[in-house]
């Protein structure tokens, strides 16, 4: 429940001169810490009111009453209900007179979405959690890294995001789950179809090789930067810029690349597509935690001893590896945000994290990433493409459209590249 919905606030005071966490789960005590009664003094009748106020302005979607008196509904929410405040209320009550007296007050106002559980608080509570971990059971996230010989371990971050401030709220990961190897043959026909509609859909495709890469030096020049990255450390952070046209299927590239980089074991974290400015703290914190973590693993802790032994160093901090983490960024986020990626990336090596970050611009970039030295161009992408490169596509998806009996012969790849060229 903490990672879904972050901690626990009680609020006892007026809210409205409280600011809360990102993320949490707000207990407002309407009575303040008084055990008995309600407050007449003015300071609590005004308490009283900003936290109904603070309820009426966060429309909230469902409301459950737990009571078992005759008139379940609490006076204040019925005060907001007269005010135009809205919601679905579910009453759980074993009152006798509970049904009779929900049914008049409906009446007043007519279009009530309210629902009646007839049950004792002591059943309802226990069983209203056990139905919300069956409808929402916890999910582990685990991904694959390598250590200093390249092989590779399986680390649980699920617990090492705050749940107050999440950064996988704007970002995702490349999970183990997603790295299983799918072969041709096993990727369905929807699943086919589906890629072309929306690429982000499923990492299935890129498990099986759907995406065709068109300049096959793209993953080796990364996998140069990467392995700089391994030996030299966040020195070597580097910003690697596709540079891709509308429709040029930059996207679609950067996230190929960062698959490949996930299944190598450099861990990847990908800007969600949702506009906000990047922040380097919250990223360096869990990159930092997540290094603590393999740090404090049984097995990293003899890898560390057998290359100390090996190279003759007394001094086992000295030697501790460092996993390069790749960061995908999409033109939502680099669009007139130039400075701000380049601030990321320098605040990140700052911090000794060591990064590659992958940001895909339009055709024209602003100058404060070409002016930063960690600027890397990897590939120009367009519209233009040549014959040869046409027929190398058709015979990569023919190895798909073989599965479906839906094969195409080179003339008619050809025919479709003479009727879309200009």
């Given at each position: 429940?903490?990672r879904?919905?972050?901690l626990?606030?009680?609020i ?5 001169r ?21 407050p ?16 009426r ?38 009152a006798?007179?509970a ?19 007839s049950?004792?608080?002591d059943?309802?509570?226990?069983d209203?959690?056990t ?12 991904i ?15 617990e090492?995001?705050?749940?107050e401030?999440?950064?996988l709220?704007?970002?995702?990961l ?9 072969t ?5 026909e929807?699943?086919f ?27 080796k020049?990364l ?6 990255l ?9 910003i ?9 299927r930059?996207?679609?590239l ?13 861990p ?18 869990f990159?930092n ?13 003899a890898?560390r001893?057998e ?5 003759g ?17 999409d ?11 380049s601030?990321f ?6 911090a000794g ?5 992958i940001v ?13 030295s ?9 519209h ?6 046409s027929r ?6 023919n190895?798909?459209?073989?599965t ?5 012969a080179?003339?008619?790849?050809d ?6 060229t200009?």
């Amino acid at each position: 429940m903490v990672r879904k919905r972050g901690l626990v606030q009680v609020i006892d005071r007026d809210p409205s001169r409280m600011e809360l966490p990102q993320r949490c789960l707000p207990v407002l005590l309407l009575n303040g810490r008084q055990v008995a009664g309600s407050p007449t003094d003015f300071e609590s009748r005004l308490r009283r009111m900003t936290m109904l106020e603070e309820v009426r302005r966060s429309t909230v979607r469902d409301i459950l009453v737990l009571s078992d008196d005759d008139d379940p509904l609490p006076p204040d929410l019925k005060d907001l209900w007269s005010s135009g405040f809205r919601t679905n209320i579910t009453v759980v009550s074993n009152a006798a007179r509970a049904s009779e007296s929900l049914k008049t007050w409906a009446k007043q106002f007519g279009n009530v979405v309210l629902t009646l559980a007839s049950s004792s608080i002591d059943f309802a509570i226990p069983d209203l959690l056990t139905r919300y971990e069956v409808t929402y059971p916890e999910q582990r996230r685990v991904i694959r890294v390598r250590n200093a010989s390249g092989a590779f371990r399986n680390i649980d971050v699920t617990e090492l995001d705050e749940p107050e401030r999440p950064i996988l709220g704007c970002y995702s990961l490349i999970e183990e789950r997603d790295l299983r190897v799918v072969t041709q043959t096993e990727l369905t026909e929807k699943e086919f179809v589906s890629f072309f509609q929306d690429p982000a859909a499923s990492w299935r495709p890129y498990a099986a090789g759907l995406p065709w890469i068109r300049d096959p030096q793209c993953p080796k020049k990364l996998g140069q930067y990467l392995r700089r990255l391994d030996s030299e450390g966040a020195d070597e952070n580097c910003i690697v810029c596709i540079s891709s046209e509308s429709g040029a299927r930059g996207t679609t590239l950067a996230r190929s690349l960062a698959y490949l980089c996930a299944r190598d074991g450099y861990p990847v974290l990908l800007a969600k597509q949702l506009p906000f400015a990047p922040d380097a703290l919250p990223v360096a914190n869990f990159l930092n935690r997540v290094r603590q973590s393999i740090a404090a693993s049984a097995s990293d802790r003899a890898l560390r001893a057998e290359q100390a032994q090996a190279d003759g160093e007394g001094d086992l901090s000295t030697r501790l590896y460092e996993v390069p983490w790749v960061i995908v960024f999409d033109t939502i986020h680099t669009q007139y945000r130039e400075s701000e990626i380049s601030q990321f990336s320098r605040e990140l090596k700052k911090a000794g994290r060591p990064t590659c970050l992958i940001v895909v611009t339009g055709p024209f970039a602003g100058a404060p990433l070409f002016d930063t030295s960690a600027f890397r161009r990897l590939i120009d992408l367009n519209h233009a493409i040549e014959l040869e490169e046409s027929r190398q596509l058709g015979r990569h998806l023919n190895t798909f459209l073989r599965t479906f009996g839906k094969e195409r012969a080179q003339w008619q790849w050809d025919r479709f590249y003479e009727e879309h060229t200009v």
